[in-house]
């Protein structure tokens, strides 16, 4: 299967903890990009990645939230000190390199916190 | 006001019926514009994208775009009960394609 991957598809943690979410993008596609989906909203944009290099993260909460595409490797967007309010589904989406806005989304990662 | 508006629905029609889903939006710099359908607890999968306006079709599925009204629209023919899923507008600018703007989404059900 040569789509976007994600893991966790699931993961459960508690206030206070950490939270990573793995993302390993379509072949042949070198951009990244990061959505949150809370319940009953749309997809809302988070950030955008090149392999090293954070191209636009304007939709990224300011603290606690960080993302990472390295030369090797998964893209990795972290959560530290999780609070309810980060329970949500997290999209990864990646598209061809001349075609941005042409983005296909993996599976998702269902982030609970209790 | 939201960017991109969509009624959420929930939208029920019979199996066989054409299917007008909608979405109208208030920024007048967006060029692309995509469909996508999500099934539950499932990830977005990319129906059709157009670029500024007129219409594209794809099998069972006509996209339209009317810029002067801040309008799309996506068009299901014959729908079948496989389609029940919910679907979800999305749009960009030419600078900065990449933050695509999503629609809340709108419910559909196709009953057999």
């Known amino acids: 299967n040569a789509g976007v991957m994600q893991n966790p598809r699931h993961l459960v943690r508690r206030r206070g903890q950490e939270a990573r979410l793995r993302c390993s993008p379509m072949?042949?596609?070198?951009?990244v990009y990061w959505y949150r989906q809370l319940p009953e909203e749309g997809l809302k944009f988070m950030v955008y990645?090149?392999?090293?290099?954070?191209?636009?993260e304007s939709g990224m909460p300011k603290e606690r939230f960080s993302a990472e595409f390295p030369k090797e490797g998964p893209s990795i967007l972290r959560i530290q000190q999780v609070v309810r309010g980060d329970s949500a589904a997290y999209f990864c989406?990646?598209?061809?390199?001349?075609?941005?806005?042409?983005?296909?989304f993996g599976p998702g990662t269902r982030l609970t916190v209790t | 006001q939201k960017e991109v508006e969509q009624d959420p629905g929930p939208l029920s029609v019979p199996e066989g019926a054409i299917v007008s889903l909608n979405c109208t939006y208030s920024?007048?710099?967006?060029?692309?514009f995509m469909w996508y359908r999500q099934y539950s607890r499932k990830g977005p999968e990319l129906l059709m994208y157009?670029?500024?306006?007129g219409n594209k079709e794809d099998g069972r599925f006509t996209a339209q775009v009317d810029k002067s009204s801040k309008y799309i629209s996506l068009f299901i023919r014959d729908s079948q009960p496989s389609d029940s899923a919910t679907y979800l507008c999305?749009?960009?600018?030419?600078?900065?394609?990449?933050?695509?703007?999503f629609g809340q989404g709108t419910r559909l059900t196709i009953n057999p």
């Open positions: 990645l090149q392999k090293e290099n954070i191209i636009d």
């Open positions: 999305a749009m960009s600018l030419i600078q900065g394609a990449q933050k695509l703007v």
């Open positions: 157009t670029y500024s306006s």
């Open positions: 989406a990646s598209s061809p390199l001349v075609r941005p806005y042409e983005q296909y």
């Open positions: 920024n007048s710099a967006f060029q692309y």
């Open positions: 072949k042949g596609h070198s951009h």
